[in-house]
């Protein structure tokens, strides 16, 4: 089942996937020796972290899923009321 998702949505997972990216490369880059570069790398990918989830916060709330179709209500009928008719 495939769903739609916006432009925005998907920029803002790709972003948390770089984010991710960058977090393991700058651990990995660190378990080698004890350099800049891997402390960058880790300080980069907290901050894109951040700032991903922040705009994928923003896009607002999912729509709600529907498991089933609810059942058609029909609403009782409303009376009438008579108008009265003016005597002449």
């Known amino acids: 089942m495939s769903v739609a998702t916006s432009p925005q949505e998907d920029s803002a997972r790709r972003f948390l996937g770089i984010a991710g990216t960058l977090g393991v490369v700058g651990i990995a880059f660190n378990l080698n020796g004890d350099g800049t570069l891997p402390k960058l790398l880790v300080a ?24 089933a179709v609810p059942e058609p209500t029909d609403a009782p009928k ?5 108008k009265k008719r003016a005597e002449p």
């Open 44 to 67: 980069a990918a907290l901050v894109t972290l951040v700032w991903s989830i922040h705009r994928f916060g923003r896009l607002g709330p999912d729509a709600p899923i529907a498991f």
């Open 78 to 82: 409303k009376k009438k009321k008579k």
